[in-house]
């Protein structure tokens, strides 16, 4: 039987990973943030090729030579933002190196003397004053090629930044306040760290054990505030050597930790459990290639496990399965690593990334097929694109909002009580997308109280 005297509340969220453009996103209960994002959109539908001209678009492309002039005359068959095509953006997110763009690299920043975006330097959203931006949008033409690589994406920058100068007050003060901008560290830390206080306090519940996917990288100066503010608050971080971090307090131990899937030197190796779901006696694949490279590529190393007064905690962070088979194969992958750790209670706090109701029902089928329970399917990722990026073309990815539950726990025999999330994304009623500047992450942070049996 389950014991409150051994329950445990446990939580799982991902926390953002690299991300840079404040306006991709839309926070529909924010009209603040709402307006900005429909009066941008509509300067960037407005926005000509006559415009473009007026901003020294022509001396842009002088600038880079090559074919870059022939490309772009035949862009021109078509209005500006219609030109914006899945052909035109196809590089947007491949080519980094020597652009300027004030919207998309909002929050990246950017190496005046090399005229790319670097580790250090300003952020991109600070260089709209006094036309710098178009000074080093200049530089990267004259420096990289990029643009001769992608002469669309020369357009495409410029059309941004244009957008973007024309209300420079506005873009700035947006900006600063955004969940993306790094001087806002020590609030967003301490947003889920009072968020994981708040659930643990109303539960009633004294251990707590958080698993987080897309922890900021270690050695970063984001990565020290984050892991300041869980500390002081009283908890253990454990992190791994990729990007999941458990986090915990109330145990009378740091823990064990049983494997690091970026580390196969620690304890269980991930990635040979791995191996003997998806290959055969003789080494060969079972599934297809994106399959084999997601799951022993990227599943299998983004795994971390914690042993806490008995009970082995793991953490995982797992590549979208695609297919219903795929699903089950994580599934699969889930008791056979928590075996290869040994006997006893455990329970996994996981992104599982499943998008689709078929994936998620193939899913449970396999847990459930194991002995295992998985917790109710609650919506714990909602979002909602604006067309202030660079698939601004697809109908299907712009102004629909997308809900998924993609963070689930799966846990061996004992209670488990699904809490409900934070924030509250099944309240139809006040409708919530994420991220947002009170909420400066893709996922909500979901919550149970545990307890193994006895």
Same mark, same amino acid.
């Given at each position: 039987?389950a014991s ?13 990973g ?10 529909v209960?924010?009209s603040?943030f709402?307006?900005v994002?429909e009066?941008?959109?509509?300067r960037?539908?407005? $926005? ?13 492309v002088?600038a880079?030579g090559?074919a ?8 021109r068959?078509?209005e ?7 052909s035109?953006l ?6 980094f ?6 919207? $998309? ?16 330097g300003p952020l991109v959203w600070?260089?709209?004053?006094n036309?710098?931006w178009?000074?080093?949008l200049k530089r ?7 643009y001769?690589?992608?002469p669309?994406?020369?357009a495409w ?6 957008v973007?100068?024309e209300?420079?007050?506005? %873009?700035?003060e947006t900006c600063?306040?955004?969940?993306l901008?790094p001087?806002n ?5 301490q947003?889920?760290v009072?968020?994981a ?5 109303d539960?009633?519940m004294?251990r707590?054990v ?12 984001r990565?020290?505030? %984050?892991?300041a503010?869980f500390?002081?608050a009283g908890?253990?971080?454990?992190r791994?050597?990729?990007?999941c971090?458990l986090v915990h307090?109330g145990f009378?131990?740091?823990?064990? $930790?049983?494997?690091?899937g ?6 269980v190796d991930?990635?040979a459990?791995?191996k003997?779901l998806?290959?055969?006696a003789n080494?060969e694949?079972?599934?297809d ?8 590529g990227?599943?299998?190393?983004k ?15 797992a590549?979208?399965?695609?297919t ?8 699969k ?12 209670p455990f329970?996994w ?8 109701e078929?994936t998620?029902?193939?899913?449970r089928?396999?847990v ?18 604006s067309?202030?990026?660079?698939q601004c073309?697809?109908?299907n ?5 997308v $809900? ?9 025999d004992g209670s ?6 934070v924030?509250?994304?099944a ?7 994420l991220p947002r500047e ?5 996922h ?11």
């Amino acid at each position: 039987m389950a014991s409150m005297a051994n329950s445990t509340l446990i939580g799982t969220m991902n926390m953002l990973g690299d991300a840079y453009n404040p306006f991709e996103f839309l926070a529909v209960d924010d009209s603040k943030f709402m307006a900005v994002c429909e009066s941008f959109e509509a300067r960037a539908r407005a $926005v000509t090729w006559a415009d473009l001209d007026a901003q020294g678009l022509n001396e842009l492309v002088e600038a880079c030579g090559g074919a870059v002039a022939d490309r772009l005359t035949a862009m021109r068959s078509k209005e500006a933002w219609a030109a914006m095509d899945d052909s035109a953006l196809e590089d947007d997110n491949k080519f980094f190196d020597h652009r300027m763009n004030l919207i $998309v690299f909002a929050m990246r920043r950017f190496d005046r003397d090399a005229a790319t975006c670097a580790d250090k330097g300003p952020l991109v959203w600070e260089l709209t004053s006094n036309k710098e931006w178009w000074q080093l949008l200049k530089r990267c033409c004259e420096k990289g090629d990029t643009y001769r690589k992608s002469p669309s994406l020369l357009a495409w920058d410029l059309l941004c930044c244009v957008v973007a100068s024309e209300d420079a007050s506005t %873009f700035a003060e947006t900006c600063k306040a955004s969940y993306l901008n790094p001087d806002n560290t020590e609030r967003h830390a301490q947003i889920f760290v009072d968020a994981a206080l708040n659930v643990a306090r109303d539960a009633r519940m004294g251990r707590c054990v958080l698993g987080l996917q897309e922890f900021p990288q270690a050695g970063t100066p984001r990565a020290a505030v %984050f892991e300041a503010a869980f500390k002081t608050a009283g908890f253990e971080v454990v992190r791994a050597v990729r990007s999941c971090a458990l986090v915990h307090k109330g145990f009378g131990s740091g823990g064990a $930790v049983l494997a690091d899937g970026g580390d196969a030197s620690i304890g269980v190796d991930a990635d040979a459990v791995m191996k003997t779901l998806t290959r055969d006696a003789n080494g060969e694949p079972k599934y297809d290639k994106k399959t084999m490279a997601a799951f022993e590529g990227t599943t299998a190393a983004k795994v971390l496990s914690v042993r806490l007064d008995g009970v082995a905690y793991h953490a995982l962070h797992a590549k979208e399965p695609k297919t219903p088979e795929a699903a089950e194969l994580l599934a699969k992958f889930l008791a056979a690593h928590a075996a290869a750790c040994g006997a006893g209670p455990f329970a996994w706090l996981v992104d599982t990334n499943l998008a689709k109701e078929s994936t998620d029902s193939a899913f449970r089928r396999e847990v459930e097929a194991s002995g295992l329970q998985v917790s109710a399917s609650v919506p714990t990722t909602s979002k909602r694109r604006s067309r202030l990026h660079g698939q601004c073309y697809d109908d299907n990815k712009c102004h629909k909002t997308v $809900v998924a539950a993609k963070d689930k726990f799966v846990v061996t025999d004992g209670s488990l009580e699904l809490l409900p999330t934070v924030p509250d994304l099944a309240d139809e009623a006040h409708p919530v997308t994420l991220p947002r500047e009170t909420w400066p992450a893709d996922h909500a942070l979901v919550a149970a109280v545990f307890a193994p049996s006895a």
